[in-house]
Nanobody, 128 residues
């Protein structure tokens, strides 16, 4: 059974930094996309950043240049380094995983419905 466990959320002031982690358990295949998503109260879940097993990445325009997604395969862990945080970054942050076989190509790596497995979320609050 695949399980994703996020950590690292906190309350910070604007301009600060945080690093989120997502530990992956039970996924043993080599092909995947992983992503970070966020959802603020009253808003839809939005994609923040995604990464393929090859290291290819995709970012939302709102976080380009501020956030960096990375992975440590030895630790089965996904990271999201968030710098220059803004109050509008306040949200529950979720990690997600989509495994695949062969030559399948993900069409929308920042869309939630592309992903199969989800963590429980970690809260990030940025105050002005």
């Amino acid at each position: 059974q695949v399980q994703l466990v996020e950590s690292g959320g906190a309350s910070v002031q604007a301009g600060g930094s945080l690093r989120l982690s997502c530990a992956v358990f039970g996924y043993t295949y080599s092909n995947y996309w992983m992503g970070w998503f966020r959802q603020a109260p009253g808003k839809e879940r939005e994609g923040v950043a995604s990464i393929k097993e090859s290291g290819a990445t995709k970012y939302a325009d709102s976080v380009k240049g501020r956030f960096t997604i990375s992975q440590d395969n030895a630790k089965n862990t996904l990271y999201l380094q968030m710098n220059s945080l803004k109050p509008e970054d306040t949200a529950m942050y979720y990690c997600a995983l989509r495994g695949y076989y062969g030559s399948w190509i993900i069409r929308r790596p920042l869309y939630a419905d592309e992903y199969s497995y989800w963590g429980q979320g970690t809260q990030v609050t940025v105050s002005s």
